[in-house]
């Protein structure tokens, strides 16, 4: 069994029938929930917040994989803990003490993570990859689900996998935006571990099926 994950992004599902979705993703051979949170500010886009995480992690099985698209996360790392993210990502841009705020998810117990914009160079990383436990590449503008893949990030996989090999770190990388089965095993090959699958998943006829065709391709 490849260690190479899918996290489907709940972006993409029907919000009238979260239940359903969410124990789709339970009964797939998807890996984590791929949770985005936008608050408008950082991003031109609102999402959802607090309770709706609380009613998904309520029904969900899986590994809870939050993505922060919020200005200032520090006020809120406690609050995500509580409402059972094990994996909490915030924006490199967002954050002026990079550092401390991974220290301060790690107390709470989560796995620390680390997004960067499609502008934003993977070298900025450079001294603080050892602390970072998985990298979120976006791979398109955050704040929407459904646009295209960025062509560039193939680079930037590469780049990212060649810095956390040459500082001997144990970091993840995901992609997040745009994925389907034409990129996936690309990004998989560049160095990625865990692909984000919003529409690609939702929008399909099958979500169980384009899960595990996923899964196979990245296998
Ligand atoms: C974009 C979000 C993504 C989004 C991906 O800001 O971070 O997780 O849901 O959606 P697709 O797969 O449709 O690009
Ligand atoms: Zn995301």
Request: charged share 20%; glycine share 6%.
């Amino acid at each position: 069994m490849s260690k190479n994950k899918i996290a489907p992004s709940l972006l993409a599902a029907d919000f009238g029938n979260l239940q359903r979705d969410v124990e789709m993703v339970n009964n797939s051979l998807a890996d984590w929930h791929h949770i985005d949170i936008m608050d408008g500010v950082f991003v031109p886009n609102i999402s959802y917040g607090m309770p709706v995480l609380k009613s998904i992690a309520q029904h969900a099985t899986k590994t809870l994989d939050v993505h922060l698209m919020i200005v200032d996360p520090d006020r809120y790392i406690k609050t995500f803990a509580e409402l059972g993210a094990n994996i909490l990502s915030v924006h490199y841009e967002a954050c002026t003490h990079l550092h401390r705020t991974l220290q301060a998810i790690k107390t709470e117990g989560m796995m620390a993570g680390v997004a960067l914009n499609p502008h934003t160079n993977i070298n900025l990383l450079e001294d603080i990859i050892n602390d970072i436990d998985i990298v979120c590449l976006m791979s398109v503008n955050p704040g929407f689900g459904g646009q295209s893949f960025i062509e560039n990030t193939y680079n930037k996989v590469k780049n990212l996998k060649e810095l956390i090999v040459r500082k001997n770190a144990n970091t993840l990388i995901e992609i997040d935006g745009g994925v389907t089965s034409k990129n996936a095993k690309a990004l998989i090959d560049a160095g990625a571990d865990v692909l984000v699958a919003g529409s690609f998943v939702f929008k399909s006829e099958d979500p169980i099926a384009t899960i595990k065709n996923l899964k196979d391709i990245i296998s």
